[in-house]
Structures are given as structure tokens and as C-alpha cells.
């Protein structure tokens, strides 16, 4: 991945064919091999390292930032001095699983709020550095016309995550790599689930539903469904499987409700989003899973017609987890209610998905420790007449 980024952008094609070394890795452009004097003016060689800005996979834009992060010692003069006019921030600096920077260097070119391209931006630094290394070594060089191979080939996207290095999220991002996750129902809260899980680097994300896709879906899903595919039947997980496996890699579809021939398949993820409507399903899985390791993230909406002919809703999420499962069999019905008939009626009420999908997502990545959590909460409940979301049971 990181020599295809390269080769489809000049700015970074000229840079590598000028003799750069240089890598694409989560997100990140690194330079690496840039010379530099210590504080001992001993030559040195170090590794440049900036949020790499994309438009798309093929086009660069301008850095969004002229800060440039540093792997080495602090850069020194030939005469002793440190080079104060880049001095900035002191590290450590946690950019990514495989990135710590010791330094974040400061400089714009005289005259400009910025860079205007990452080759300009490269060069710039590189020759404040450059050309103290060449007052002690005259040969020494930046341009070694090393080619750099990519270290994460195997990564979860189909293309480069700049956005995280772009907002400083990705080290983080290592919380989920090797998480494997099931959604279990692609109705509309389960399909927004899948939209935002599917942004996040986990390893693996398996849908079960036997379901097809039909023209009520349609009004609940997340971006527009065509004519042409409510037409053809899809079920829904070839459908959402299909759409997100052009963004990322490892979805895979389960054309079959979870009963009890395969509900034990349930037991090798780390965690399940329950996300469907029928009460016996819930209670099977709650049995069967009531000894594993996994956490369960449970979803449910409810709908009411007042006496002004109104709608007030409610969205609810209910996590269980190995040893903390008590509760749920008094939060969460394990039957099918009258209720459930008007919420399927009811089909304008995609934000009351959308936003029970995102309230379980939120409390999947407080539980894994992305998000701060000082409510730790075992089930939580919004409901829109008073726009308030209700805590009950925490964690110890």
C-alpha cells in the first residue's frame, strides 16, 4: 500500500525520485534517513514523520499542518548549538502502534502560513538539518535512493487511514485490531452499527441475518439504497457486506438467523451486537453465551403513539459482560410486545436507529478504553420527549 500511495502522487513520486526514502504507514508519510548533528556533533541519521492529507487514494493535498514530528536526538549545529528556530514540543510522542516521535519541530518558510505541498514541506526541514550534517560530513546525504517497502500490507482498509493521523487517534486505533466482532441483525440499527464499526480497524466484523433486503429497509438504512438492488433480492448481509467491503477488508456475511444449530458460533467473538427484534433469539443467546468471555451489546427501540396522535420513542443499550449479566433480564423484554408492531409501522424514525446504533458503538469503545468512561454504565436509555439519556447500573 505505501508504494502504490507514493506512485499514484507526484508530490511524493518526485520526492522518492529525487532519492528520498520514503514510507506510507497508518496514515503517516515517514522520511526516513535524514542526517543530522547531536549535541556530541556526531552525524546522526533520523526519520521524519507527518499526518499524510489526502483528497483520495490518488490525490494529495496540501499538509494541513507545517508542524513535522522527529525520530532521533535533538538536532544540533555545527558550532555546538541547538537549532532553536525548529525547537517545539519534547517527546515522547505517541503517533502510532509502530510510530513514537522524540520530537515536534516548528518552522515556516519566511513569508507563508504554511506549506503549499508535502514536497515542500519535506525539503524545508530537510535542509535545516542537511546542511549542519554537511558542514561536519561533507558526502553524507539524505538521498540514498533506498526504496522502503510498507510495514502493514495486512491493513484492515482498502485504502490509506489518514484521517486518524490527521486528528492524532491512531496509536489509539491498536485498541481494536485484533477484535473480532458479530452483528447479529441487519435491520436499521444493526446496519448502522455496521457503518460505524466498519471505520474502526478490528479484525474481523461477521453479520448474521437471513433476511432479504425489501423496500422498508430501505427508509431505515444507512446512505440510499438503489432500485436496482431492492430488486434483486439481495439478502442483507450480501448486500451491507458488498457496500462495506469497498471501504474495508475481512466482513463476512451469514445468511442465517442464529439459532440453536450455530449459536455457539457466537462464543469465539470478542463482542456481540444484539440487534434484533425477537424475544426468543435474545433469550437463546443470553443462555448459551451466559458462561463466555464474550461481551454483549444489546440494542432495542420502542415506539408509543400518544393521545395527540404523536410518537415518542426510545432507544435503549444494555451491555453484558462475563460475571455482570444479571441485570439484563430486567431491562430487556425476552418477548415480543404490542410495542414492536407500531415501531415497525413507524418506518421515518431512521434517527432513532442511527442513534441507538451510535449510543452502542459509544459504549463498545468506552468499554474498550478509547473513549473516556467515568459513567460505566450497564444499560442506558434515551428517549426523545425529553431528549435525556438515562444511566442505570454500573460496572464496580
Not at 204 to 211: A, K
Not at 324 to 340: K, T
Amino acid at each position: 500500500m505505501s508504494r502504490s500511495v507514493i506512485s499514484l502522487n507526484p508530490t511524493l513520486l518526485d520526492l522518492r525520485n529525487q532519492g528520498f526514502e520514503l514510507e506510507v504507514r497508518e496514515g503517516y508519510l515517514v522520511v526516513h534517513s535524514i542526517p543530522y548533528l547531536n549535541a556530541q556533533g556526531e552525524v546522526k541519521l533520523g526519520t521524519f514523520c507527518c499526518p499524510l492529507d489526502l483528497v483520495s487514494p490518488e490525490v494529495v493535498a496540501a499538509p494541513a499542518t507545517h508542524v513535522i514530528h522527529f525520530i532521533g536526538e535533538y538536532p544540533h549545529k555545527h558550532n555546538g548549538e541547538k537549532i532553536a528556530a525548529i525547537e517545539y514540543q519534547a517527546g515522547p510522542l505517541p503517533l502510532t502502534q509502530t510510530l513514537t516521535a522524540n520530537f515536534a519541530f516548528s518552522n515556516k518558510p519566511q513569508g507563508t502560513n504554511g506549506f503549499t505541498s508535502f514536497y515542500d514541506k519535506v525539503w524545508h526541514y530537510t535542509r535545516i538539518l542537511w546542511n549542519e550534517a554537511r558542514a561536519a560530513a561533507a558526502d553524507v546525504t539524505p538521498l540514498t535512493y533506498k526504496v522502503v517497502e510498507a510495514e502493514s500490507p495486512d491493513s484492515a482498509f482498502q485504502y490509506e487511514d489518514t484521517a486518524s493521523a490527521r486528528y492524532g487517534t491512531t496509536a489509539l486505533n491498536g485498541i481494536f485490531t485484533s477484535q473480532r466482532i458479530a452483528i447479529v441483525g441487519l435491520g436499521g440499527t444493526g446496519a448502522y452499527v455496521l457503518d460505524a464499526v466498519a471505520k474502526t480497524p478490528v479484525a474481523e466484523i461477521h453479520l448474521y441475518d437471513l433476511d432479504k433486503l425489501q423496500q422498508h429497509n430501505a427508509f431505515r438504512a444507512p446512505g440510499a439504497v438503489s432500485r436496482e438492488a431492492l430488486d434483486a433480492q439481495y439478502t442483507k448481509v450480501d448486500y451491507f457486506g458488498h457496500l462495506y467491503s469497498a471501504f474495508r477488508k475481512h466482513i463476512v456475511p451469514h445468511c442465517i438467523n442464529v439459532t440453536e444449530v450455530n449459536v455457539d458460533e457466537l462464543r469465539d467473538f470478542d463482542y456481540v451486537f444484539l440487534c434484533v427484534d425477537k424475544g426468543d433469539v435474545r433469550r437463546l443467546i443470553y443462555d448459551r453465551l451466559a458462561d463466555s468471555k464474550v461481551v454483549i451489546i444489546d440494542t432495542g427501540i420502542d415506539v408509543i403513539r400518544t393521545e395527540d396522535n404523536q410518537l415518542i420513542g426510545t432507544a435503549r443499550v444494555t451491555m453484558s459482560l462475563p460475571g455482570q449479566r444479571d441485570h439484563v433480564f430486567e431491562r430487556i423484554s425476552m418477548a415480543d410486545g404490542n410495542r414492536e408492531a407500531l415501531y415497525k409501522a413507524a418506518v421515518q424514525i431512521a434517527e432513532l436507529n442511527a442513534i441507538n446504533a451510535q449510543l452502542a458503538v459509544l459504549r463498545w469503545k468506552r468499554h474498550c478504553g478509547f473513549y473516556y468512561d467515568s459513567a460505566r454504565e450497564l444499560n442506558a436509555t434515551l428517549t426523545t420527549a425529553s431528549n435525556k439519556v438515562v444511566n442505570s447500573e454500573q460496572l464496580p
